[in-house]
């Protein structure tokens, strides 16, 4: 087996197993099959990742379903919006298809399933269907209508079909089995009567097919192979086979059901519904707020999606529902933009610097690198002038010996500019300071070749030429949610813990002139402050850029929390010395085992956090601990995934840990070493 192979997720092992047992690889078929009722967000990116990228893989079809079946949520400007998502992802389908292409279909199997006694009209109401299903524990109970003959459900049906029947009076069931353990297998709904349009067939039809019934039969009429769902559907499988068992001809491709974990992420929310909720609310502008999870939001912020396939890519796949940390996508994000965003610099909240000893009338243009990660990426200018805006943070009347920006007496330099130190200060009535006065060092212009240009001081400052300075607009986001897992609390509304400051405007901005043309959606470093992009609000009189994230994750330092379950906001809490990634997996590791819940949600995201930062030569060493130290065994395991993922080759010592750690029995060892 070659070493591509021996790192292969679980679903591609899926793949290469029915490969090695005879499927033949040009029948390989996979379909991304998302429901038009909302825009994308970010777990689904991890849907797409995966099939597409399965496609790419295998060079093998992918189809772009719609699963529209239900015209009472489903809407155009959803599917328009889906379209575009996958398509900035980076990926084309194979074929665009829509559920809807196929409704005579279903509807002939369907007359196929009554004919076989395998499906019938049923008039209960919602209410009563619901109670004669029984329990869990507790076996259902034979509709009424079950036993009626196929003439008479026939009849029935037609008349659903021709609207002859208002919503809710009758449904067509299929007939499996009232005594199941699985409460799905209880005679499910295949078909209600629903008097709405449809954003495709209009008013062809007033009854649709639901979703279990839909999937698996459009699968087979699509030819797909492997039906990827998440976790949820697992208890749908047995539905999704039988349903299939009765129209299947085994000359033809029959696509086989499997499941991974949905992706949650730390501070958000992924339900369509409650993200429709802050829409309707208001409590976001829409869909593509900044500030929400959705693709269309993650790119209006910034994000690219460079960052969101390496995102999916870190994540990995797994058979395990878990939370991942939030502050992951942004190291994805920093990552991708510290390579391709131009250098620039701009003041957010300024004070006015004047230079003293420099000339009334004199500019300059200075020479500034767009990315000096990227050598091809060239220069710009930087006017430079007597009169400049920095940041009124940057600047202190009386400041202690660590403080190394500006203040009185000291010198600092401005970026590809002067060394400059502060001599003085003017005040208003209020006691605010106005201006800062400051000499410069004139020989010490960056790039200039003279002894002084070589000079080192402590600090470096941003800064923009108040006589060339383009005002612009600055949005600044932080999280949404206060709560690590605002949807998770059963008696609190996820709504009580929205951030009442997860977006702060700015409008008294400058920034050099250089970004006056800038286009929406480009990207900036803005030096010293963070990662920015053009808004599509932005105009020629009126520049506004969103803030991305910043040059550091500076969340930890400041996690909020929501007490009483009332959102507060906590102090910022004084900068920790940098953690050991190695040091703190095992920390964590050590109590492992004994969590669960939410607090081993949170545990499995912070290694998975921290294994970013590990390196094999760091992990290695760790294969030899002892087996009863199962919780850290589990964390290196879990480590070892995340090399896995990126890239890591499975050697020796790597083939010989995995054999040691599966012979463990522990449950969640045993679900750890699965993923690999």
Known sequence: MSEET???????????????????????????????NGYLHIGHAAAICLNFGLGQRYKAPVNLRFDDTNPAKEEQEYVDAIKKDVAWLGFQWTNECYSSDYFQQLYDWAILLINKGAAYVDGLSAEEMAEQKGTHNEPGVESPFRNKSVEENLALFEQMKNGNFDEGTYALRAKIDMTSPNMLMRDPIMYRILKKEHHRTGSDWCIYPMYDWTHGESDYLEEVSHSFCTLEFKPHRELYDWFLDQVYDTKNIRPKQREFARRNLSYTIMSKRKLLRLVEDKVVTGWDDPRMPTISGLRRRGYTAASIRKFSEVSGISKRDSVTDVSLL??????????????????????????????????????????????????????????????REDFKEDAGNKYFRLTLGKEVRLKNAYIIKGESVVKDANGTITEIHCTADLDSRSGSGTEASTRRVKGTLHWVSIKHAVKAEIRVYDRLFLDEA????????????????????????????????????????????????????????????????????????QKPKAQNNQPTQNKPQPQQA????????????????????????????????????????????????????VGTRIAIVITLGVLLNKGQERTEAINTFIESVTQ?????????????
């Open 578 to 629: 940098q953690k050991n990634p190695i040091n703190e997996i095992k920390k964590i590791g050590k109590k492992y085992a004994n969590l669960s819940g939410p607090k081993l949600d949170a545990a499995k995201a912070k290694i998975l956090k921290f294994a970013e930062a590990v390196s094999y030569d760091d992990l290695e060493p760790l294969f030899d601990t002892p087996a009863k130290k």
């Open 486 to 557: 605002p949807d998770s609390h059963k008696d609190t509304d996820f709504m009580q813990y929205i951030n009442p400051k997860s977006l702060e405007v700015i409008k008294t901005a400058f920034v050099e002139p250089f970004l006056a043309t800038a286009t929406v959606g480009t990207e900036f470093q803005f030096q010293r402050l963070g990662y920015f992009n053009v808004d599509t609000d932005s105009t020629a009189d009126n520049l506004v850029f969103n803030k991305t994230v910043g040059l550091k994750d500076s969340w930890a330092k």
């Open 664 to 676: 463990d029995s522990h449950e969640m060892m045993v679900e750890e070493v699965k993923a690999l």
């Open 6 to 36: 021996k790192s292969l997720n679980f679903i591609e092992q899926i793949i290469e197993d029915d490969i090695a047992n005879g499927l033949s690889n040009d029948k390989l078929h996979f379909r991304f099959p998302p429901e038009p």
């Open 330 to 391: 942004e190291f994805c994000i920093r990552e991708d933009l510290n390579k391709t965003a131009t250098r620039v610099m701009g003041v957010i909240d300024p004070v006015k610097l004047v230079i003293t000893n420099y000339p009334d009338n004199k500019e300059e243009f200075l020479v500034a690198d767009n990315n000096p990660e990227d050598t091809t990426s060239g220069t710009h200018e930087v006017p430079f002038s007597k009169e400049l805006y920095i940041e």
